[in-house]
């Protein structure tokens, strides 16, 4: 992790999903570039401001072991009612095939993670994969 932090500084860490099969799941769509957007619940950057995505920012996904696993370059971040991510939005995250199944999907996730409202409030990164660290 060192070396990366040389490689990429100022980059923070971030683990995709809430657990070891979903983690492995997101990271194998990101390789496989289907998945080239993520969310979370705005409400979750309340506490660590300093993780919020930023536009030019390059970030380290990790394995949920901790080990590191990708490297990605936010290109956009959104802030979006859930109930306002579109179908491009939503096909762009890459874990559903329609608008409806990435709702379903999500809304689980929330309730899961904190609590779920179609009114909250979600930060929407857009990414490009800068580099697979399974090659290193």
């Not at 194998?28 to 993780?51: H, I, M, N, Q, Y």
């Not at 949920?64 to 490297?71: I, K, M, N, R, S």
């Not at 179908?87 to 199944?101: I, T």
């Amino acid at each position: 992790m060192e070396d990366l932090q040389v490689t990429y500084p100022g980059a923070g860490t971030f683990k995709f999903g809430d657990g070891p099969e979903l983690s492995a799941r997101l990271i194998a769509l990101v390789r496989s570039g289907k998945k080239r957007a993520t969310c979370g619940a705005l409400a979750d950057f309340a506490d660590e401001p300093e993780a919020m995505p930023v536009v030019g920012r390059t970030d380290i996904a990790t394995n949920w072991d901790g080990t590191p696993a990708l490297v990605i370059k936010t290109v956009r971040v959104q802030q979006i009612r859930f109930c306002d991510v579109t179908e491009e939005m939503a096909l762009a995250e890459g874990e559903d095939d329609s608008l409806e199944g990435w709702r379903k999907g999500h809304e689980a996730f929330f309730a899961r993670n904190g609590g779920f409202d179609p009114e909250m409030m979600l930060v929407f990164e857009h990414f490009d994969l800068i580099e697979d660290l399974a090659d290193r």
